[in-house]
């Protein structure tokens, strides 16, 4: 039995509604346009969603609309560009089904014929209103014999075009309800993918929030992709609002939450997630990671990764994605400033000024110029100070574990002690390996000069507080900024506690150093850029856990994934199994680390299921997944 797709416009294969755009652009410049642009909306709306008849809203918007023939170039040129995210993402299904797919709609052919058959829909499956126009052009009505300007128009049209097959309607207005509601439809799909009617969605035998869940339900998808509205994301602590806009755009379905989680709730939370963000707070622990029953990826909206369990993650074939270098340079300008702030001692000046005490003496107070900065840990954070604090007169030193290149005049020192007996001023960039716990203790702070400036930017476990709070108290450190604590307060609505609360010329802020519009924003663009293109295409480029692969772009193929544990022979299984099934490889690209192997294969369009489920028993597999 053949199955048609009856397709509505309006809000469902565009993201808008025509006639509200039309209105926008016909009254441009009109005093009235606000006024008359949200009658409009309301009168779609009554219609949409069964509270006034059709034919009234139609002809009462028309009348307000004040539209030329003129109008409908930019209108087409506007639509083009409102195309449903899931419609144009699915242009195979409309190539491959064009005899079964029929656009019926109640707004005007004049804009819909020239949308729609550049997705592919035939012409003369395209059934709309007519505009009536006078000599000038000016829009005076609308052919009132069309049945589609009548109540009950949509149910008319599909019963004249006497189709023989299983009807399935997609649309999100009460009018394309109507068509079940007359018998002769097999299933009406509300589609929400741009707006949510809950009166339309009640009456609905399914919701669709995206045209992929309808070919999934259809059971059509094998052909096209797993629908993203079933790909659930959840996105902690604050994420900037970009990541959610690019996320939800892709058609993922994703929940936000402003704060982080603890570990017993993560693991409840985590169930069905496939996509987690989250950024320096959130422990994500082999204990969350157990829990997790669908986890693909998990995205840290951050540099640090100390917070997950990067191991736990790759046993369960879990992509792990940072923002290496999105917040660097905040950090770097958050450094430059607490060092000039701290060597003045302008905190503890400006908070007795706020209570009327003016003191003015140069005791205590130096230039930067000239003093020795020491930078333990010389990544991209530590390297891009040494560049700023050198052009501002500092004369630089670092120490790292690694070999690095010295940029400028900075001098490399050999070891940590060094670092500690040379430097006027010491500021922490290491990263939060856990190796890297009380790096700064008592007897770092005794190796130190007296009178030293101490900044720690990096982890607050990094710096035993106790003994910093001693070596202030003692006038061993003359002035410290710390943004970073071994405890911090889950969310703004929780207090904070420290030993350090009160000292003498001590800058404290509240894990900000990388907290600037820009960095967030960036951050915000970034790792859900890197954790699509891990979804849609398999490359791994800048994961900080798995192998590392920039893939072609999938053409006519089928990509198969593989993760396995990184022991011999598993490329040589999945090549007899491909051999055995006279599966012709288009592509195939392998890269391993220490504990596992990535290989991703492209095949021909062809393949027996049966082949997957082998894929799938080799030993030692760890997912597996399919790119259509
Ligand atoms: N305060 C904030 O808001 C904020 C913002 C961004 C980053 N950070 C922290 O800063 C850290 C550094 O960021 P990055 O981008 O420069 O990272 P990075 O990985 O580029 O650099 C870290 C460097 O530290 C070195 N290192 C590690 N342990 C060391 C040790 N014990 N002694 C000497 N060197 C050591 C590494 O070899 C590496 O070169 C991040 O891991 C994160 O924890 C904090
Ligand atoms: O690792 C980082 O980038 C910093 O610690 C910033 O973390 P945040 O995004 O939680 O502020």
Redesign the pocket.
């Known amino acids: 039995m053949d199955k048609y797709f009856i397709i509505d416009f309006d809000s469902t294969l565009t993201r808008v509604e025509a006639m509200d755009l039309l209105a926008s652009i016909s009254l441009q410049g009109s005093p009235k346009k606000a006024a008359v642009e949200a009658k409009i909306k309301e009168l779609t709306d009554k219609g949409m969603n069964g509270e006034m008849s059709f034919r009234s809203s139609l002809k009462d918007r028309l009348l307000l609309l004040e539209a030329n023939k003129s109008h409908l170039v930019p209108l087409i040129d506007a639509l083009k560009g409102q195309v449903s995210a899931s419609f144009k993402r699915n242009k195979d299904f409309f190539r491959s089904y064009a005899n079964q797919i029929y656009v019926i709609s109640n707004g005007f052919k004049e804009y819909i014929e020239p949308i729609v058959t550049d997705l592919g829909v035939l012409p003369d499956h395209i059934f709309a209103n007519q505009l009536v126009f006078n000599e000038d052009g000016d829009v005076i009505g609308f052919d009132e014999d069309n049945p589609l300007s009548k109540d009950g128009g949509k149910a008319e049209v599909i019963k004249s075009l006497d189709l023989d097959g299983d009807i399935y309607v997609i649309g999100d207005g009460h009018n394309d309800y109507e068509i079940k509601a007359a018998g002769l439809a097999n299933k009406f799909y509300a589609f929400t993918e741009n707006v949510k009617r809950e009166q339309v969605v009640e009456k609905a035998d399914h919701e669709a929030p995206s045209l992929d869940e309808v070919l999934f339900e259809q059971k059509i998808a094998s052909a096209f992709s797993y629908p993203k509205n079933r790909i659930k994301v959840l996105l902690l602590e604050n994420v900037h609002p970009k990541a959610f806009e690019l996320l939800k755009n892709e058609g993922f379905s994703v929940e936000v939450y402003p704060a982080g989680l603890d570990e017993d709730e993560l693991c409840e939370k985590i169930k069905g997630v496939s996509i987690l963000g989250i950024r320096?707070k959130t422990q994500v622990t082999k204990k969350v990671i157990e829990s997790a029953d669908r986890l693909m990826a998990v995205g840290a909206f951050?540099?640090?990764t100390?917070q997950i369990d990067l191991e736990a993650c790759q046993e369960k074939g879990i992509a792990v994605f940072n923002a290496?270098?999105s917040?660097?340079r905040?950090?770097v300008e958050l450094a430059i400033g607490s060092i000039i702030m701290l060597i003045r001692n302008i905190f503890d000046k400006s908070v007795a000024m706020h209570q009327g005490k003016w003191d003015k003496s140069a005791k205590g107070s130096k230039e930067i110029r000239g003093k020795k900065l020491g930078i333990?840990?010389?990544?991209?954070?530590?390297a891009q100070l040494s560049v700023l604090a050198e052009s501002m007169g500092l004369d630089v030193y670092y120490?790292?574990?690694?070999e690095?290149l010295a940029l400028g005049n900075a001098t490399k020192l050999d070891s940590?002690d060094e670092l500690l007996s040379t430097s006027d001023i010491i500021t922490l960039?290491?990263?939060?390996?856990p190796?890297?716990k009380e790096?700064i203790t008592a007897e770092a702070f005794s190796k130190m000069k007296d009178q030293v400036i101490f900044i720690n930017?990096?982890?607050g476990h990094v710096v035993n507080i106790g003994d910093l709070k001693n070596a202030i108290e003692s006038k061993k450190v003359a002035g410290c900024a710390v943004?970073?604590f071994p405890k911090e307060p889950k969310s703004n609505d929780e207090p904070f506690e420290s030993e350090l609360i009160g000292l003498p010329n001590v800058i404290l802020t509240p894990?900000?150093?990388?907290?600037t519009e820009e960095a967030q924003e960036n951050i915000g663009e970034f790792v859900p850029n890197r954790i699509m293109e891990y979804i849609n295409t398999g490359t791994t480029t800048n994961s900080v856990n798995f192998p590392n692969l920039q893939l072609p772009k999938l053409q006519n193929a089928h990509r198969l994934i593989h993760i396995h544990h990184n022991v011999p022979g598993i490329i040589a299984k999945m090549n007899q199994l491909f051999a055995e099934h006279e599966i012709n490889i288009v592509g195939q690209y392998l890269k391993t680390n220490e504990k596992i192997g990535y290989v991703i294969t492209d095949i021909n369009k062809a393949y027996p299921q049966e082949l997957i489920q082998s894929l799938k028993n080799i030993q030692h597999t760890i997912k597996f997944r399919v790119l259509y």
């Open positions: 320096s951050c540099i640090g100390n290496p270098f917040n660097t905040s950090v333990i840990g010389y990544g991209n954070i530590g120490y790292d574990l690694e690095k940590l960039h290491v990263d939060g390996r190796e890297n790096l930017l990096s982890r943004d970073v894990h900000i150093g990388g907290s």
